[in-house]
Structures are given as C-alpha cells and as structure tokens.
C-alpha cells in the first residue's frame, strides 16, 4: 500500500503537473540559442520524457494496489464507500492512462486533418486524469488514521497553488498577447529566428516549434513559476511520502 501510494504521489505531483504545466506554458523554453533537442522542440521533448515517467508510475502503483487485493474489487460493506469511491476515480484513472498511451502510439500526422481529434482527446483526457488525482488523493488520507490533519492541509495548499499557478500564467499569457513589442525586440528577434533556423536545419515535424516566442519577459516570468513550482511539487511529495510510510 505504501509503495502504491509513493507511486501515485510521484506521477502526479511531480512528474504529471510539471509535464501539463511544460505543454501550457513552457513552449517558449530553449536550450541555449536551440529551440530544439533530439528533432524536436525542446517543450515537447520535456512533455514527453515527464508523462511518460507519470504513466508508467501510475500503471506501476495500480499492480501494487493490484497485487495488495490480490485482484479483488473494493467491498464498499467491508470497507466503506469513500474506499470505495477512491477505487472507483483510480480506475479511471487508469483507463485514461492507457488511453493516453494508445494515443501516443497511434497519433496521426502533425499536418492531417484528422489531427485535432488527438489534440483534444489527449488533452482532455490528460486533465480529466490530472483532476481526479486530487480528490482521490484526499479521499485516502480522510481515511489514515495518523497526520490526517496535516496531510490534508497539505493538500488542501497544493490545491490552491494550482489554481493559483494557472490564473497567474493565464494572466501572463493574456499580456503576452495583447502586449506589442518594440520594433528594437521584433528585430533581434527576427535575427534569433533565423539563426535558430539556420542552425536547426532538421525542422520538427512532429510538435511545431514556436519561432516567434513574444517578449522574453513574459517567458521568464513563466520559467520563475515553473521553478517554483517544481520546488513546491518535491517539497509537498517529501511530505506526504514520510508521513505515509511512518
């Protein structure tokens, strides 16, 4: 049980919200003057790598559950209905992960028509994951009987920071848009572009990489969320792991 509960903590708050955080806001991000990496764009790659690791620690912490129960559904009798509810919201939260895994297998090309169904699908279902982690996650620790205060005010504030997070990079990337740059900045930006093009003679096929990023302004506030958030993310995972396993 415990090394299920490390698995999901791990996938979610760690390596799920800093990969969704990376493919909303991090499209911006670069290596050095590259705005690519192996092919392709440098956000993408990190998505990639990110939820890949989240999706295999999810599958990994449901055959922990899996092998606990030796296969056996949860008695909603025997073991009461908010048990019962958090096998019910991590079921499907498996099936949106291997979902997520046939889409990565099976996407179309970038350029076919048929291209938006994936974008939304994927999108839609990596929220729909993302979002039922919270409150399954709240559903098991109002049932521990040690640190139940703690633990869910610590969850209770990571919810907030997501929320919050969100609004402030929204807001970000509302000025973003609606802020025009100096023709000083579109100029050297212009130059950038094409000395990355030149560089990057392999164009990415698969996730377009955004040649003209806007103010890097904006692009660092969001690099400092970013940071911040992942710090939080490890500090609040520490937390709730030691205090599980104790």
């Known amino acids: 049980m415990q090394a299920h509960a490390m698995s ?4 979610f708050i760690i390596f799920g919200s800093t990969g969704i955080f990376i493919a909303r806001y ?29 999706t295999l620690l999810t599958l990994l912490g449901f055959f922990f559950i899996l092998v606990k129960a030796r296969g056996e559904w949860v008695n909603p ?11 019910i919201l991590g079921g499907i939260i498996i099936c949106c992960a291997m979902i997520q895994i046939w889409l990565a297998l099976y996407r179309c090309n970038p350029h076919s028509r048929f291209r938006f169904i994936f974008d939304w699908t994927h999108r839609i279902t990596g929220l729909l994951a ?7 996650i709240f559903l098991i620790i109002s049932l521990l009987p040690r640190y139940r205060t703690v633990l869910i005010t610590a969850i209770s504030l990571w919810t907030a920071w997501i929320v919050i997070v969100v609004i402030i990079c929204e807001v970000i990337e509302y000025q973003k848009r609606v802020s025009p740059l100096p023709m000083t900045n579109n100029a050297q930006q212009n130059g950038t572009n094409q ?23 904006y692009n660092k506030k969001k690099l400092l ?11 609040l995972s520490v937390l709730l792991i030691v205090h599980i396993s104790k």
């Open 77 to 87: 009798e025997l073991y009461g209905l908010r048990l019962f509810v958090h096998s």
């Open 26 to 54: 991090g499209r911006s991000l670069r290596i050095g003057s590259s705005r690519q990496l192996l092919g392709k764009a440098v956000w993408f790659q990190i998505h990639r790598f990110l939820l890949s690791i989240s």
């Open 225 to 235: 969320l970013l940071i911040i958030h992942i710090i939080i993310s490890i500090i």
């Open 130 to 136: 993302f979002s039922l982690s919270i409150p399954t």
């Open 195 to 217: 000395e990355n093009i030149n560089v990057n003679a392999r164009l990415d096929i698969e996730a377009a990489t955004q040649m003209n990023v806007g103010s890097q302004y």
């Open 8 to 11: 999901m903590i791990l996938s």
